[in-house]
T-cell receptor
Framework: NAGVTQTPKFQVLKTGQSMTLQCAQD?????MYWYRQDPGMGLRLIYY???????DKGEVPNGYNVSRLNKREFSLRLESAAPSQTSVYFC????????????FGPGTRLTVT | KQEVTQIPAALSVPEGENLVLNCSFT??????LQWFRQDPGKGLTSLLL?????REQTSGRLNASLDKSSGRSTLYIAASQPGDSATYLC?????????FGGGTRVLVKP
């Protein structure tokens, strides 16, 4: 039982490059989330998917797109990376109709130069 | 808009002392409150979740209380150990959306 997995663990991009962060969960959870964590700003929600086939914006969605590929997988895409997107990105999942307890992946550390 | 605050931002205690970590929130209409632990360079590990109808939850040396009327939650860690050194985050939930506090960085000195 791996829980929530994320790839890659580390990435360095040049300004303007694109990339996709991958997330998968094996807990059969309905909801999945993408957060970013920055010093002094805490954890902020970028996008979430309450169930397969739906996605919604969080607090800081600008510059990002998401895809809920199936119940297990939720990806985050940066179309044209900017230095302001340098951050640590966390994926999480939770069940719905119960406690909504969220479980987090190990994170992706992204640097945009 | 919900705001979650954790004070102090950092705390240092000698081994064996009990830890008391505070979390306050502005909107009492929460679904639950979750406490996490984060080690440097790692993800978040869920420690305890308190439903809005509950007053407290316990797991081993950890006890978390919730007082919705005053907008406060407290995490108690009994008999602290150096391995408890980490950042502790609380987050209030409005259904499936979490609002995080800034965290309290804890150092337990041997």
């Amino acid at each position: 039982n791996a829980g929530v997995t994320q790839t890659p663990k580390f990435q360095v991009l040049k300004t303007g490059q694109s990339m996709t962060l991958q997330c998968a969960q094996d807990m059969n959870h309905n909801s999945m989330y993408w957060y970013r964590q920055d010093p002094g700003m805490g954890l902020r929600l970028i996008y979430y998917s309450a169930s397969e086939g739906t996605t919604d914006k969080g607090e800081v969605p600008n510059g990002y797109n998401v895809s809920r590929l199936n119940k297990r997988e939720f990806s985050l895409r940066l179309e044209s990376a900017a230095p302001s997107q340098t951050s640590v990105y966390f994926c999480a999942s939770s069940d719905t109709g119960g406690s909504y307890e969220q479980y987090f992946g190990p994170g992706t550390r992204l640097t945009v130069t | 808009k919900q705001e979650v605050t954790q004070i102090p931002a950092a705390l240092s205690v000698p081994e064996g002392e009990n830890l008391v970590l505070n979390c306050s929130f502005t909107d009492s209409a929460i679904y639950n409150l979750q406490w996490f632990r984060q080690d440097p360079g790692k993800g978040l590990t869920s420690l305890l979740l308190i439903q809005s109808s509950q007053r407290e939850q316990t797991s081993g040396r950890l006890n978390a209380s919730l007082d919705k009327s005053s907008g406060r939650s407290t995490l108690y860690i009994a008999a602290s150990q150096p391995g408890d050194s980490a950042t502790y985050l609380c987050a209030s939930s409005a259904g499936n959306k979490l609002t995080f506090g800034g965290g309290t960085r804890v150092l337990v000195k041997p």
